[in-house]
């Protein structure tokens, strides 16, 4: 008996040592924008973003649809979002500083991986010089066509032709983003002040 708990413990320190450790601080755990493609978030100063704006979300997603408020704050320093329910109650809180999220919300919420929700903000508000190089190292591209005003931004992968994964449509301050291949979308509308 005693020769098989040592072996137990023997084959428990093996393996605990060849596991792979996980990031202490979950900012560094990659963003799976397909089940093989893992981006990391893009450094906020590269963004060059300071927005400060409330806005009504529809969001769709297995069929269903979902109409929230969301006020976001951007900075080359932190991103912060509050969702509200459609009578005004705070549904999620979620700060960014570029190293630390800190979560705060509804139950169904937390169990979001936060990082996924800063990536579609980035993807959508982010410069495409900021974000070519961080899809890039997961062999994704981007490309966009339009100006300032209204523009399509389309991501794939590379070698993969026109079939996009994400589709980002911007016609004014309102925004329409389709993940073709995790089946959600939002439709952002800016209130105006």
């Known amino acids: 008996m005693k020769k098989i708990i040592i072996l137990q ?3 428990f ?5 060849a596991s792979r450790s996980e990031p202490q601080n979950p900012a560094e755990k990659p963003v799976f924008l397909t089940d093989d493609s893992a ?10 973003l300071n927005l400060d704006v ?11 649809t979902v109409l929230l408020q969301a006020y976001y704050r951007m900075s080359p320093e932190n991103i912060n979002l509050t969702v509200f329910s459609p009578v ?4 999620y ?10 979560v705060r919300g509804a139950e169904q919420f937390l169990k979001m991986n936060p990082g996924y929700v800063i990536a579609d903000i980035q993807l959508c508000y982010f410069p495409v010089k900021a974000l070519r190089p961080v ?3 997961a062999s994704l591209k981007i490309e966009q066509i339009g100006d300032e005003e209204a ?6 992968r590379k070698g993969d032709g026109e079939k996009s994964i994400i589709e980002i449509r911007r016609e004014g301050k309102n925004l329409y983003y389709q993940n073709f291949y995790r089946g959600y979308s939002y439709k952002i509308e800016e209130i105006p002040e």
């Open 13 to 17: 320190l093996l393996l605990s040592c």
């Open 54 to 64: 409330l806005q009504n979300v529809e969001t769709s997603y297995g069929g269903k």
């Open 88 to 91: 005004g109650s705070t549904l």
């Open 135 to 137: 899809l890039a190292a």
């Open 151 to 156: 523009w399509v931004r389309r991501i794939s």
């Open 93 to 102: 809180d979620l700060s960014y500083d570029g190293k630390h999220f800190e």
């Open 9 to 11: 413990l023997f084959v």
């Open 39 to 48: 981006i990391r978030l893009a450094a906020l100063d590269e963004g060059g």
